[in-house]
């Protein structure tokens, strides 16, 4: 392993990747690196939350295509491919083939500044977090743009529901991410992962923690804040008049968020590719990615396990408990870091 190592820094260190045209090569070849596996665990983590539930709620889940069921993302995709993609009559066809599109590749996009090692994100930018807080904000367009493309009126009431559910949160989680910069004095994310090299940030912001982790399920769409999919009201929601491959990106852009979403809680909180106890002979990546599948774990577990909200009650959640907890906070944690002389200085 050291000589393969030796050899990869060898071949990466030489003169070709200092030219222009090196330079892209290189780009191309991280973004592969990093697009390869997400894709395969965005496929994969459908498989992985059929199996998680399954064992809740004491079923088998997927067991028939291929051994353990491993073949079954592959045969969904399939099916996918295959089904005929139906456009509804009076729908802006253009639109209505964006919005899917635009929704999954926003959540790849994001992935761009997100370090999976020291130093190992494809972009390694001074203020990584604001390119985070601009393709988050934008996921919501995808979801508007469905709602309105498809001229139904369950499909734009679900758009409006979902769309105000997203802003609402996005407002608690900006107020936490905010309390981390203030900790740390920087806005690269390389640098938030190197500051708990002693102490994760989920201990001493404990509850900041719960909140980003519940606003990100809110901000996915996931169970018990999935009030965009009300079957007794909106049926499917915003996506309910799409069907083969552009439902198929919709169902992936979700499980995508999810990833990424559980990839920010690591960067943010736990200490990203840092490891446990100690355990400093596993590779970082290996830790970045057994945290990231924890915090998939209980993304499922909460699914398998709370009935949904009503939509009272999840607006309430976010503006008058989540909103005046986290602004109050941030003032408590920018003050004893000023009063102690601890805020850092970039």
Not at 3 to 29: C, N
Not at 220 to 228: G, M, Q, S, V, Y
Not at 296 to 308: D, G, K, M, N
Request: aromatic fraction near 16%; charge should be neutral.
């Amino acid at each position: 392993m050291s000589a393969l190592s030796a050899l990869f820094v060898q071949v990466f260190t030489s003169p070709f990747f200092s030219t222009d045209f090196g330079i892209v090569i290189l780009d191309l070849l991280k973004t592969l690196a990093l697009l390869v596996p997400l894709l395969i665990g965005v496929a994969y983590l459908t498989w992985f939350e059929r199996k998680v539930m399954g064992a809740i709620q004491l079923r088998k889940g997927p067991n028939v295509v291929g051994p353990f069921g491993l073949a079954q993302p592959f045969a969904d995709a399939l099916k996918m491919l295959f089904k005929e993609t139906i456009t509804p009559q009076g729908a802006d066809k253009v639109l209505f083939v964006l919005a899917p599109m635009l929704t999954f590749g926003l959540a790849i996009a994001a992935w761009a500044v997100i370090p999976v090692n020291n130093g190992w994100g494809i972009a390694n930018i001074n203020v990584g977090i604001l390119y985070l807080f601009a393709i988050s904000s934008l996921g919501v367009y995808g979801i508007i743009i469905a709602g309105w493309a498809s001229n139904s009126k369950y499909a734009f009431l679900g758009a409006l529901r979902s769309a105000a559910q997203m802003v609402s949160y996005e407002v608690s989680m900006g107020f936490v991410i905010v309390t981390v910069l203030v900790m740390v004095g920087s806005l690269n994310l390389n640098d938030i992962v190197l500051a708990q090299t002693h102490l994760w940030f989920a201990v001493p912001l404990f509850p900041l923690f719960i909140i980003f982790f519940i606003s990100g399920l809110a901000e996915t769409n996931r169970a018990p804040f999935d009030l965009a999919e009300g079957e007794s009201e909106i049926v499917a929601g915003f996506f309910v008049e799409y069907s083969a491959m552009s439902f198929a990106l919709f169902f992936l852009g979700e499980y995508a968020n999810m990833i990424l979403i559980s990839g920010m809680t690591t960067v943010l909180f736990l200490g990203g590719w840092l490891p446990v106890l100690g355990l400093s002979f596993i590779p970082g990546p290996l830790w970045f990615i057994a945290k990231v599948v924890f915090c998939l774990f209980v993304f499922i577990w909460v699914r398998a396990t709370l009935p949904r909200f009503r939509y009272d009650q999840l607006m309430a959640l976010g503006w008058k408990v989540f909103l005046p907890i986290s602004m109050a906070y941030l003032v408590v944690v920018a003050g004893v870091l000023e009063y102690f002389g601890w805020l850092p200085h970039a």
